[in-house]
């Protein structure tokens, strides 16, 4: 029996529903990884994490089976033993497990025990749970093999060590959230290694899949809770990690402590990855959006360039009667700094045509809100159109505060493919501009020195859809608004909780009206990135049509 082993975690990208692709990279990093005794990929990676309900699809599942029994075969000579995660029909009933791939066949298969049911995650739906599990047998020594939430919970890595596990590999598809990966290495890995005084590697997957990201930063602890290797945030990594046992049993040797992105390059890092994955995979030669002078188009555009590269931004100046020159200037001076294509499309003489095409219908009213927001709708129509012709996906650069409130007009700003800003309140997009004006993302692929002018920073938020405007006419200041949202949106906060609090009752009362007011509107914009740990879409599900008010 062996007192050292080597263990490879392969922290890869994966595409849900490629299997082909994700095979290959199975066998490229097992291929890397010829010297070690087994290779570890993360949760679901033949088939890609979270399917939904393509894993519902017989085709689908056949086609991983056929596909795992291949890479099976594939360890019939030289070379590690693998640890592989996929689905499984087992007595007719579909699995999320692992399969230990050695010597030219399946070796041993493991099935998830938690199913995790809230937030993002629905696999009671699609899944059935396996039973507690027990440890497989690799080179002599027992290893646990945890899948995803097993490890969240006390029970599977408890029953795994008194069923003679000797190092803990939990596999995972941990999306990020703010703040999450202190909560994986503190609050659970550390933990469960500490109950059970066993070794153990996390491996996380890293990449984007539609409004989730995976941050990656895989890592391995030892049985006293101290960290021996943490892996590189945001990136892949295939890295090699040594263990020893000793008379206490197994310890991981101390490997590289990579630092992770630091706040806010993390949220940054989240929104340039999630935009890469999502532009690539669905087959966009690049990206369009509209370039107002303002911060949310300018910190848009920096995601864009940092995920994408210059040549394939396009920023597109729209100026109707009410855009003042200050906007023009610093639109300009955006696009310059970041290098790419810019265009200035007046939208004047389109606005006329609706005008005269409404004057009837409108004939004996006050202009208002629907004559300012056919301002938004035909720039929104114009970006359409030019994402038609050319190819390009329409970024829609709405943030977090405006969707909460419904300040961001539907078919005008919330247009588009894909909104990096979704979950990212307004006083976040200040603090992601100003960040990026001093630093360059560890994989950003944008240019160095301030993007963002000036003006965009210090200059009152504004629409400029009539003389004058600023978004404090409509709305309370953000800095009053955004911890608002945060109580009522984030923690579920009543009206007089916040009151409590300090904030002004009237205040509380018609935000929270307008953001149930608002709800239509949310479901019917673009997907974008999770942030927070209550996103729209994945995490608050609320329904359109309700009366409740708690204030």
């Known amino acids: 029996m062996p007192d050292t082993l080597k263990i490879t975690l392969a922290q890869l990208n994966q595409s849900v529903g490629d299997i082909p692709a994700n095979a290959a990279g199975i066998l490229a990093a097992r291929e890397a990884a010829k010297g070690s005794d087994l290779v570890v990929f993360p949760e679901l990676h033949l088939v890609g994490y979270p399917p939904e309900d393509l894993i519902l699809k017989p085709a689908l599942i056949e086609r991983a089976a056929a596909q795992l029994q291949q890479l099976a075969e594939s360890t019939a000579g030289d070379g590690p033993a693998m640890l592989v995660g996929s689905a499984f029909v087992l007595d007719g009933a579909l699995h999320n497990g692992v399969a230990l791939l050695d010597q030219g066949k399946v070796a041993a298969v493991r099935l998830k025990h938690e199913l995790p049911n809230y937030g993002t995650f629905d696999e009671m739906r699609l899944f059935q749970p396996g039973p507690l599990p027990e440890p497989i047998i690799l080179r002599g020594t027992m290893i646990g093999v945890p899948v995803g939430e097993d490890i969240w919970r006390y029970e599977v890595c408890r029953h795994l060590a008194d069923f003679g596990a000797e190092i803990l590999i939990s596999i995972n598809g941990s999306p990020y959230e703010i703040n999450k990966e202190a909560l994986r290495i503190e609050g659970v890995a550390k933990r469960r290694a500490v109950d059970t005084g066993l070794p153990l590697a996390y491996l996380n997957r890293v990449g984007g899949q539609d409004e989730l990201v995976f941050d990656g930063g895989s890592f391995a602890v030892n049985g006293d809770g101290a960290l021996a290797v943490q892996l590189r945030d945001w990136e892949e990594q295939v890295v090699e990690t040594r263990w020893t046992k000793t008379a206490k049993g197994w310890r991981c040797d101390r490997g590289a ?103 009837e219908a409108f004939e004996g009213t006050q202009r208002d809100l629907a004559e300012e927001n056919l301002q938004s709708r035909v720039r929104g129509a114009g970006l359409m159109a030019l994402s038609n012709k050319f190819g390009p996906m329409l970024i829609a650069t709405a943030n977090k505060s405006e969707l909460s409130v419904g300040y961001a007009a539907i078919y005008g700003a919330m247009a588009g493919g894909y909104a990096p800003l979704k979950d990212a309140y307004k006083s976040t997009v200040y603090a992601l501009a100003r960040w990026r004006n001093g630093q360059v993302p560890r994989i950003g692929l944008g240019p160095g020195g301030p993007l963002v002018p000036d003006g965009v920073l210090t200059r009152d938020p504004t629409a400029e859809l009539y003389d004058g405007q600023r978004d404090c006419d409509s709305l309370p200041p953000y800095d009053v608004l955004d911890p608002i949202l945060v109580g009522l949106v984030e923690h579920d906060k009543s009206v007089a909780q916040l009151v409590n609090e300090g904030f002004e009752h009237g205040v509380v009362r018609h935000v929270e009206f307008l953001l149930h007011r608002a709800e239509y509107k949310r479901r019917q914009s673009p997907p974008g990135v999770k942030l927070t740990a209550r996103n729209f879409g994945r995490d608050r599900r609320y329904p359109i049509t309700h009366a409740f008010r708690s204030g």
């Open 257 to 359: 402590l990579e630092p992770l992105a630091q706040h806010p390059e993390d949220i940054y890092s989240a929104m340039v990855l999630a935009l890469r994955d999502y532009v690539k995979r669905n087959g966009f030669p690049g990206v369009v959006l509209g370039l107002s002078g303002g911060i949310d188009s300018a910190t848009c555009a920096a995601i864009a360039v940092d995920a994408l590269g210059a040549d394939r931004v396009w920023g597109v100046m729209m100026p109707s009667r009410f855009t003042s020159g200050q906007s023009l200037d610093d639109g300009a001076a955006c696009a310059e700094a970041l290098g790419i294509r810019y265009t200035e499309m007046p939208i004047g003489a389109a606005v006329d045509g609706f005008d005269a095409m409404l004057g």
